[in-house]
């Protein structure tokens, strides 16, 4: 189950946290950076990131306001969660595993390790 953990417009960052249970004991965290626009809803069980067509693509970089100059790098991912679906546009977007405290690592022994990243 992933939630939206944080949003910070000044530093352009959307977190998408899965905390850990009984079932899965390790945090899992999606960090997208230089993020342009979001559609999301609160809550993904069993969250899927998909790339998107080229149209759809550009019809989100277009209604973002991201300079021409700039889209050739720009990234948007669609989430998909049975009916649920959105997207992300940023410039990056990294998943860390590691760690079962819900607040971050809980000393400088727990580790949290960088297991995908996509830039494009």
């Known amino acids: 189950m992933f939630s939206l953990w944080r949003y910070a417009i000044g530093h352009s960052q959307l977190l998408l946290r899965s905390a850990p249970d009984s079932s899965n004991p390790e945090r899992l965290d999606l960090l997208f ?3 342009s626009a979001v559609q ?3 809550r993904y069980e069993g969250l ?3 790339t998107l067509d080229e ?3 550009e019809r989100i970089i277009e209604m973002s306001g ?3 100059r700039l889209r050739p790098g720009q990234l948007v991912l669609g989430l998909r969660s049975g009916s ?3 997207y992300v546009h940023c410039l990056k977007a ?3 595993l590691g760690g079962t405290s819900i607040m ?3 000393g400088p022994s727990e580790s949290i390790d960088v297991i995908w990243s996509l830039r494009r």
């Open 48 to 50: 899927e990131l998909h």
């Open 55 to 57: 149209a759809e693509r």
């Open 33 to 35: 950076e230089g993020v």
């Open 40 to 42: 999301l809803v609160s």
């Open 104 to 106: 971050g690592p809980s």
């Open 84 to 86: 649920k679906v959105g």
């Open 94 to 96: 990294s998943a860390y």
């Open 66 to 68: 991201v300079p021409a």
